[in-house]
């Protein structure tokens, strides 16, 4: 077997498991390009039939606006079954990562919602695409990683998972994240995109944007929502975005690969990690760590 | 000539580049060793002149370097891989982690264990996921006794390719003597441990000698390079040529016209149109259709994930095995293994775990600890009870029969794990050696006269009234005045005390964890046979673990058993001190007493708790016998 081929059967593994033996799993849908690849193994898993689960969208209510047209389109196409969640309390409360930072506009709009979403629901199992290779701390977590009544992560007290043998025990209001991509790397998502023709969103390509450059970070103006400070001018400059996210909060690169082959080629070369576009790793050291354990995915 | 953007390559070039990227196949292995050896610098050394760290993560252990290094103003290699904070503070590592990076013929994971005693289970952990190991070996240090722990553990976890990486060989000037008597000392250990393909590489993880390069400084080494090793040792070619098994994950029924069995194939293969026979029903039939994750398959191989139709409605569910119908599994309710601990409680024989293989699951019990093995010496000891990571080699009960086949023949089928049924924590890792007899054999005599029949001609609803509660909490008296009372109504009872058994059936038992549980499975094993033989039992034993309660009622049917809590409080079983138990025990002279320096696990849902700071003796009695009376089959039946 080929890494891609023994790569994609572990995950289908992992899908079947979970909906055999927990009593109401979600997918979380984030639309990035892991998002896209694990709907794409699901739909693998449990074919010919239909998807035994719901996805869930955590809408922070500042994603890219092509990623809600993709996500809307994507769930038409293939007749899934979607919930979108916001944080009604945090629209309220007018919380924003300009106004507020990314620290609490993550934590109100995402984590809080997130929990908010599980607990609405009843899930008690809930897929991501987060993958080892991302960030250190991830690098420890476990393909089913338990979380508590208050959805908290505890690095020192994890199930060892020797073999694939899954322990899926939990008590009522506990649950578990389920990362079916463990053992991707982001060259081997993209491809498996390549392999698979597995649509994704259009920023992840080179395009002209209209981009201001602050901190340096490229970010997009995607709205009028995002202020401009006196003598800031959007400039059109050819780039495309490694990872998703908020957009204020979510960098590009300079790029000119327009296809998943010039991506694939591109990051062979690469030298800087993918999150280090992610303006809410970077708060501190560990910070991520930290973040997991109040909930974070 | 057309050309991809931005490469300037020709796109022929491309498209070898693409058609080379996806023939690539994995390689997962385990690195043992410590700190101490250069472990998380040699992690650190393949990801960084494998390209696989970037820039920013470079410049970030460059800043932590300064924090926790200890290379000074050098960038602290080992800061690359070790993830938790704790980590980063401490110097160690702690959990498994897994590292990814590649070379121009494979994917490389790399799962990084902790060495030390403490973490014996993460090690064991992280070599039940991988194909080889590598034993990482200080050169100034040779064998030593955590290296044949790292052999013992990855032989025990069927890993049979080992590469002996001696680091640090810059440190003893490159010495080929040195080099070469700590390989004799490790193929002595690996002849003992049948570690059939050693190779041993010399390097120094710091300087990067022999790792990805040869370099010059080892000019007697012909061998190859730690890379080339990893990038030639053959992968999977174990589980390929096994027998066809797959664990029924999942049964996929979208329609009345399609029923599929979802699993990964776990070894061997299977084409269409062969015969298989299910376990455990031992019914045949032959594949119809095998649907893999890109659509229509002529054969599924170890490895892959697929669904297979068959040619015959029959009965399949998750948990059974697909297996080739001349070489089927074990099935068995009895098995000999080898289990490693994991828990921060010990096991305990006589406790009930849930037991799981590839998707059975079962509830066992390890009926005898036949010795534990001192992973540092291979010695065999006697033991009553397995501490965190202990091996073990024990026999175990499963409350139904289960497909498996024996470790040694196959990683995927052989593998179990143990599972709390309170905490739900993983608590152990079980490897099958071999199954104590077929469930084949095994035909319950047959006898006309059971337990109804007894019942009916006593005239009564048989059942266990199970009163617990600390010493001194009134549990006799209400027992005996239960007994009495029902006497008087002419039940047929038997009552069952703590101190009287322990003056005969249990006089060999102490007051130890593992005696205590013991001590409540006989209590239990007679109860049941009392109901089998139509009467009502009262039991009266402090019984101060849950687990143990649960197991006496997991014996009988949901409806002959009841839980009556004594809840006396402490003080006031203190204070009633009718045999003077807790005076001794404050002074010492008793140990491991219930409530002073043993623990006490209160019921969580008793079907009554008595109050004997509230009510009579007489009145408790009552609202115990109205337990009977509440069952709606009525105690005169």
């Known amino acids: 077997m080929t890494h891609l081929d023994r790569l994609e059967s572990e995950s289908i593994h992992i899908f079947r498991e979970v909906a055999a033996e927990f009593r109401k799993p979600v997918m979380l849908y984030s639309i990035g390009k892991d998002s896209s690849v694990m709907l794409h193994l699901a739909l693998k898993a449990f074919a010919p039939g239909r998807l035994p689960f719901p996805l869930l969208h955590v809408d922070t209510t500042w994603k890219f606006r092509e990623m809600i047209r993709f996500r809307d389109a994507t769930a038409a196409r293939l007749g899934l079954d979607l919930i979108v969640h916001v944080n009604r309390e945090g629209v309220e409360r007018g919380i924003s990562p300009i106004t507020h930072g990314p620290g609490l506009h993550t934590d109100v709009m995402k984590t809080e919602a997130l929990k908010q979403a599980l607990g609405r629901h009843g899930f008690d199992a809930a897929f991501g695409g987060a993958r080892r290779d991302e960030e250190k701390s991830r690098a420890k977590e476990r393909v089913l990683s338990f979380r508590d009544r208050a959805h908290r992560w505890d690095p020192r007290n994890q199930r060892p998972e020797p073999w694939s043998l899954y322990n899926t025990r939990i008590s009522p209001g506990e649950s578990v994240r389920v990362f079916p991509l463990s053992n991707w790397t982001e060259l081997d998502v993209w491809q498996y995109i390549h392999r698979e023709a597995i649509p994704v969103v259009p920023l992840y390509f080179a395009a002209r944007r209209p981009i201001v450059e602050r901190d340096g970070q490229l970010i997009m103006v995607d709205d009028e929502r995002l202020p401009l400070h006196p003598g800031e001018e959007p400039e059109d400059r050819l780039v495309r975005f490694r990872t998703l996210g908020c957009y204020p909060l979510t960098g590009a690169v300079d790029s000119g690969a327009a296809s998943v082959r010039e991506i694939v080629l591109e990051l062979s070369r690469s030298a800087v990690s993918e999150r280090q576009g992610r303006a809410i790793d970077h708060d501190r050291l560990g910070s991520m760590e930290k973040k997991k354990m109040e909930g974070y995915f | 000539?057309?050309?991809?953007?931005?490469?300037?390559?020709?796109?022929?070039?491309?498209?070898?580049?693409?058609?080379?990227?996806?023939?690539?196949?994995?390689?997962?292995?385990?690195?043992?060793?410590?700190?101490?050896?250069?472990?998380?610098?040699?992690?650190?050394?393949?990801?960084?002149?494998?390209?696989?760290?970037?820039?920013?993560?470079?410049?970030?252990?460059?800043?932590?370097?300064?924090?926790?290094?200890?290379?000074?103003?050098?960038?602290?290699?080992?800061?690359?891989?070790?993830?938790?904070?704790?980590?980063?503070?401490?110097?160690?590592?702690?959990?498994?982690?897994?590292?990814?990076?590649?070379?121009?013929?494979?994917?490389?994971?790399?799962?990084?264990?902790?060495?030390?005693?403490?973490?014996?289970?993460?090690?064991?952990?992280?070599?039940?996921?991988?194909?080889?190991?590598?034993?990482?070996?200080?050169?100034?240090?040779?064998?030593?006794?955590?290296?044949?722990?790292?052999?013992?553990?990855?032989?025990?976890?069927?890993?049979?390719?080992?590469?002996?990486?001696?680091?640090?060989?810059?440190?003893?000037?490159?010495?080929?003597?040195?080099?070469?008597?700590?390989?004799?000392?490790?193929?002595?250990?690996?002849?003992?441990?049948?570690?059939?393909?050693?190779?041993?590489?010399?390097?120094?993880?710091?300087?990067?000698?022999?790792?990805?390069?040869?370099?010059?400084?080892?000019?007697?080494?012909?061998?190859?390079?730690?890379?080339?090793?990893?990038?030639?040792?053959?992968?999977?070619?174990?589980?390929?040529?096994?027998?066809?098994?797959?664990?029924?994950?999942?049964?996929?029924?979208?329609?009345?016209?399609?029923?599929?069995?979802?699993?990964?194939?776990?070894?061997?293969?299977?084409?269409?149109?062969?015969?298989?026979?299910?376990?455990?029903?031992?019914?045949?039939?032959?594949?119809?259709?095998?649907?893999?994750?890109?659509?229509?398959?002529?054969?599924?191989?170890?490895?892959?994930?697929?669904?297979?139709?068959?040619?015959?409605?029959?009965?399949?569910?998750?948990?059974?095995?697909?297996?080739?119908?001349?070489?089927?599994?074990?099935?068995?309710?009895?098995?000999?293994?080898?289990?490693?601990?994991?828990?921060?409680?010990?096991?305990?024989?006589?406790?009930?775990?849930?037991?799981?293989?590839?998707?059975?699951?079962?509830?066992?019990?390890?009926?005898?600890?036949?010795?534990?093995?001192?992973?540092?010496?291979?010695?065999?000891?006697?033991?009553?009870?397995?501490?965190?990571?202990?091996?073990?080699?024990?026999?175990?009960?499963?409350?139904?029969?289960?497909?498996?086949?024996?470790?040694?023949?196959?990683?995927?089928?052989?593998?179990?794990?143990?599972?709390?049924?309170?905490?739900?924590?993983?608590?152990?890792?079980?490897?099958?050696?071999?199954?104590?007899?077929?469930?084949?054999?095994?035909?319950?005599?047959?006898?006309?006269?059971?337990?109804?029949?007894?019942?009916?001609?006593?005239?009564?609803?048989?059942?266990?009234?199970?009163?617990?509660?600390?010493?001194?909490?009134?549990?006799?008296?209400?027992?005996?005045?239960?007994?009495?009372?029902?006497?008087?109504?002419?039940?047929?009872?038997?009552?069952?005390?703590?101190?009287?058994?322990?003056?005969?059936?249990?006089?060999?038992?102490?007051?130890?964890?593992?005696?205590?549980?013991?001590?409540?499975?006989?209590?239990a094993e007679v109860a049941k046979l009392m109901v089998d033989a139509g009467l009502i039992v009262i039991v009266s034993f402090i019984s101060p673990f849950r687990s143990e309660r649960e197991m006496a009622r997991d014996l009988l049917e949901a409806d002959e058993f009841h839980e009556v809590f004594v809840d006396t409080p402490l003080e006031v079983c203190e204070e009633r001190d009718p045999k003077g138990l807790y005076a001794r025990a404050r002074n010492g002279e008793l140990v491991r007493f219930t409530g002073i320096d043993s623990p006490y696990e209160p019921p969580l849902a008793p079907a009554l708790r008595i109050d004997t700071t509230a009510m009579t003796v007489d009145q408790a009695a009552d609202e115990v016998i109205r337990l009977l009376d509440a069952d709606p089959s009525g105690v005169a039946g």
């Open chain 2, 1 to 523: 000539m057309p050309s991809d953007a931005d490469t300037g390559c020709p796109s022929e070039d491309i498209d070898a580049f693409f058609a080379a990227q996806e023939r690539k196949d994995q390689l997962r292995f385990v690195i043992c060793g410590s700190v101490d050896d250069g472990k998380s610098t040699l992690l650190g050394r393949l990801l960084y002149d494998s390209n696989t760290v970037f820039e920013d993560q470079v410049s970030a252990a460059r800043a932590e370097s300064r924090t926790y290094g200890t290379q000074g103003d050098a960038v602290d290699l080992a800061l690359l891989v070790d993830g938790l904070q704790a980590e980063r503070e401490q110097g160690i590592t702690i959990d498994v982690a897994y590292r990814y990076f590649e070379s121009d013929r494979r994917r490389f994971i790399a799962i990084d264990a902790p060495g030390h005693e403490q973490y014996t289970r993460n090690m064991a952990t992280g070599a039940s996921n991988s194909d080889i190991a590598l034993i990482l070996v200080d050169a100034r240090k040779g064998i030593l006794t955590q290296t044949r722990r790292h052999a013992y553990i990855v032989r025990l976890f069927g890993i049979h390719r080992v590469i002996l990486a001696v680091n640090k060989m810059d440190l003893v000037g490159y010495d080929q003597d040195v080099f070469q008597s700590i390989v004799r000392n490790f193929g002595a250990l690996a002849g003992a441990l049948d570690l059939t393909g050693v190779t041993a590489v010399p390097l120094s993880a710091l300087k990067g000698d022999n790792i990805l390069v040869r370099g010059g400084s080892t000019p007697w080494y012909q061998g190859p390079t730690l890379m080339e090793v990893l990038e030639t040792v053959p992968v999977g070619d174990g589980e390929r040529a096994g027998a066809f098994r797959l664990p029924v994950q999942w049964v996929n029924r979208p329609n009345p016209d399609f029923r599929g069995f979802s699993g990964t194939v776990a070894s061997g293969s299977v084409r269409r149109g062969e015969s298989v026979v299910v376990s455990p029903s031992g019914r045949q039939t032959s594949v119809e259709r095998i649907l893999g994750p890109s659509g229509d398959l002529e054969e599924a191989v170890a490895g892959q994930a697929v669904t297979l139709t068959l040619a015959d409605e029959i009965d399949v569910s998750r948990g059974d095995m697909l297996a080739t119908a001349e070489r089927p599994p074990e099935l068995s309710d009895q098995l000999a293994a080898h289990v490693i601990w994991m828990d921060t409680h010990p096991m305990l024989p006589g406790r009930p775990y849930l037991v799981r293989f590839a998707c059975a699951s079962a509830v066992a019990q390890v009926t005898d600890l036949t010795h534990r093995i001192d992973v540092d010496t291979l010695g065999r000891f006697a033991a009553k009870s397995l501490h965190l990571n202990e091996v073990g080699y024990c026999k175990l009960s499963l409350d139904r029969p289960v497909p498996f086949d024996a470790y040694s023949a196959n990683r995927k089928t052989g593998a179990f794990v143990l599972i709390d049924r309170f905490t739900n924590a993983t608590v152990g890792a079980g490897i099958a050696a071999f199954a104590l007899r077929r469930a084949s054999n095994i035909v319950w005599q047959d006898m006309k006269i059971d337990k109804a029949t007894r019942a009916r001609a006593i005239g009564q609803r048989p059942c266990v009234i199970w009163m617990t509660g600390l010493s001194g909490a009134g549990k006799s008296t209400v027992a005996d005045r239960v007994e009495q009372k029902l006497h008087r109504q002419g039940m047929h009872t038997y009552l069952l005390d703590g101190d009287n058994v322990r003056h005969g059936l249990n006089r060999d038992l102490g007051f130890t964890d593992q005696d205590r549980v013991e001590n409540i499975r006989r209590v």
